[in-house]
């Protein structure tokens, strides 16, 4: 016997490349402020301290 599939309705194909493009552009983002973020000495020394401060 055969049951009736519970799938999504479907995403328009530009609609679907738009969500994945701005999902990349996301992590991108993300990724570009964490190492902006590792270029700063300050926040380099901040950070040792705290990992340092867990032992």
Do not use: E, K
């Not at 799938?7 to 992590?27: Q, T």
């Not at 973020?37 to 401060?53: G, H, K, S």
């Amino acid at each position: 016997m055969h049951t009736p599939s519970t799938a999504p309705p479907s995403v328009p194909p530009w609609l679907h490349g738009w969500r994945r493009a701005l999902v990349w552009a996301a992590i991108a983002a993300v990724l570009a402020a964490v190492f902006a973020l590792y270029l700063q000495p300050d926040f380099m020394v901040t950070l040792a301290n705290q990992v340092w401060a867990c032992f």
